[in-house]
């Protein structure tokens, strides 16, 4: 099966956009949780986050454009902080359900059943049902003129694991945490290991830890 440009443009506007989410592979998938400067707490699913950079510790994340009501990204223009919390298998369900579109005097913990909880005094709400979660700092934000899309970037500014999971070397094994992947906009995955890669050089052949 083949689709070229002519194709794409042709193609029902759902089925494209299905079609086109599915192309980049599996993606993280995170619940981004956010407080108002007034207090009112969101949650949402978002599968657009990646590493940016390790010093310092950077995460990207894209946010839809403005055309409709983005709760989570004014609320995080606001304050400037934001939290990102990894689902796990045992919370697929309630973190689906926040990708609804409720009224913003609706919380999306309330809602979905999940908890906020506040750690190491940080403003926005963490997930308290989430097993990685995230503390984050505004450092950049940009619209894309191609498409309107927003740009978030942040700086890891708090880190919460779960016993065990993190090797000597830093590395964190986030399938042992339970952590789902996302393909499309609503496929979610458990994942199964292949191994560990040493650091590739070329006069040495490719091994496994």
Not at 10 to 27: I, T, W, Y
Not at 31 to 56: K, M, W, Y
Not at 72 to 83: A, I, K, N, R
Not at 160 to 175: N, W
Request: with cysteine; charged share 20%.
């Amino acid at each position: 099966m083949q689709f070229d440009e002519q194709h794409l443009k042709g193609m029902d506007p759902r089925q494209r956009v299905n079609l086109v989410n599915s192309l980049s592979g599996f993606k993280s998938a995170n619940l981004l949780a956010t407080r108002s400067a007034t207090g009112q707490e969101n949650v949402s699913i978002v599968s657009s986050c990646f590493h940016l950079g390790a010093d310092p510790a950077l995460m990207g994340m894209i946010i839809r454009p403005h055309s409709v009501d983005r709760h989570s990204l004014e609320y995080l223009q606001e304050t400037g902080v934001y939290t990102l919390n990894q689902v796990h298998k045992d919370i697929i369900a309630q973190a689906h359900q926040t990708s609804a579109r409720y009224p913003r005097e609706v919380s999306e913990f309330a809602a979905t059943g999940l908890t906020p909880e506040y750690l190491a005094d940080f403003a926005a709400p963490f997930v308290l049902e989430a097993h990685i979660k995230l503390g984050m700092a505004v450092a950049e934000i940009q619209e894309l003129a191609i498409n309107g899309t927003v740009l978030v970037i942040g700086e890891i500014r708090f880190v919460t694991l779960p016993a065990g999971v993190m090797a000597d070397d830093g590395y964190v094994d986030i399938e042992a945490a339970g952590t789902v992947a996302l393909s499309g906009l609503d496929s979610y995955h458990r994942t199964q290991r292949e191994g560990r890669w040493q650091y590739a050089k070329p006069d040495k052949a490719p091994a496994t830890f």
